[in-house]
């Protein structure tokens, strides 16, 4: 529900949103961007920033493994993530995306590892 509009000194029309308890990305998507940010994150880490369990983080990073959209890398007894940047989206509305230029969007060029 759109709450209020308010204009910018250069005419764009700002739409405020009223608060709700959903979010655009999906847990999946959230855990992504997790560690795009942080490779080395633990999954309690990962957990705490998106706000579900640490079970869960294990099933989705699991799920992510299994479907080609992370690299996970055994560093001593850690894991390290990487994403694959070249992967797609899923969904037929977005699959012309780049996992890549998602996250270039969301967490920022700098802060994504590279992988093909």
Same mark, same amino acid.
């Given at each position: 529900?759109?709450? +209020?509009?308010? =204009?910018?000194? =250069? ?18 998507? =959230?855990?992504?961007?997790?560690? %795009? ?11 705490? %920033? ?41 969904? +037929?509305?977005? %699959? ?7 996250? +270039?969007?969301?967490?920022?060029? %700098? ?6």
């Amino acid at each position: 529900m759109v709450s +209020d509009v308010n =204009h910018t000194p =250069h005419s764009r029309i700002v739409l405020r949103v009223s608060q709700g308890e959903w979010t655009f990305l999906s847990n999946y998507g =959230h855990v992504l961007v997790s560690l %795009a940010r942080d490779p080395d994150s633990r999954m309690r880490d990962v957990a705490e %920033a998106v706000g579900i369990t640490e079970r869960a983080v294990q099933l989705i990073v699991s799920e992510l493994v299994g479907q080609g959209y992370l690299v996970k890398e055994k560093v001593g007894r850690r894991n390290r993530y990487a994403v694959v940047r070249g992967a797609h989206l899923r969904h +037929d509305l977005e %699959a012309a995306v780049s996992v890549g230029a998602f996250l +270039d969007l969301i967490a920022g060029p %700098a802060t994504t590892r590279r992988t093909p």
